[in-house]
């Protein structure tokens, strides 16, 4: 079977796009699927991470990376998906040709969006690009603060905007961070944590929605 590809996107920087990419890349490969996910973002902080966890593996990993940009990037997805289930790709903050053509490639588009009015807003080029190239989108709530109405009111805000909106929501919490420093997912290293459950719901519903 052909490998689904996921593009996780978002105009607006700082919604933790690369963040939720490597621990949805971590979960899928801790379930024994076999998980590539390509870095296309000029950062290169997705690679930053799978450098970091090389450095700390006491074992060989089954995730692979590939870092592509331009005009090599449909070229390396056509070589993929023949050797995997999922690729995740991590693409540009910017609607530029390269972010363009990750949408374009996905069989998801999955749109990390902070419960922020400013997000709200910001968001809606990344929804008109995943329109523009008729693919299904998911909007999925990140870094959801412990306390506060916030959530509520965007997660409102996107209902009626008919906007897809996944129903696992991302809380902001200190294990994400300990756990990209160490080139990791929390499901490795605080597998019994809310952190690792809230991942866990989002990754079978991503999983669902791409039919794998």
């Not at 940009?69 to 997805?77: D, E, K, N």
Request: proline share 5%; aromatic share 4%; net charge neutral.
């Amino acid at each position: 079977m052909a490998a689904k590809i996921l593009t996780v996107a978002q105009q607006k920087g700082g919604a933790g796009k690369t963040t939720l990419a490597a621990q949805l890349a971590a979960a899928w490969t801790q379930e024994g699927r076999r998980v590539a996910i390509l870095d296309i973002d000029p950062q290169a902080s997705l690679a930053g991470w799978f450098e970091a966890r090389e450095e700390h593996a006491t074992e060989p990993d089954p995730l692979t990376l590939n870092k592509v940009g331009g005009w090599r990037i449909s070229q390396s997805l056509d070589d993929m998906r023949k050797d995997f289930d999922i690729i995740v790709i991590d693409s540009p903050p910017h609607a530029e040709t390269e972010a363009r053509i990750a949408v374009r490639a996905a069989h998801l588009v999955l749109v990390p969006i902070q419960p922020s009015p400013m997000d709200l807003w910001a968001t809606q080029e990344t929804v008109d690009l995943a329109k523009k190239e008729k693919r299904r989108l998911l909007v999925v709530l990140n870094r959801v603060p412990p306390r506060g109405r916030a959530a509520d009111v965007i997660r409102a805000q996107l209902a009626a905007r008919k906007l897809p909106t996944a129903a696992a929501t991302i809380g902001n919490r200190i294990a994400f961070v300990a756990s990209m420093l160490e080139g990791k997912g929390v499901v490795e290293t605080e597998s019994r944590s809310q952190a690792a459950e809230e991942i866990r719901a989002l990754a079978g519903e991503v999983a669902e929605k791409l039919g794998i």
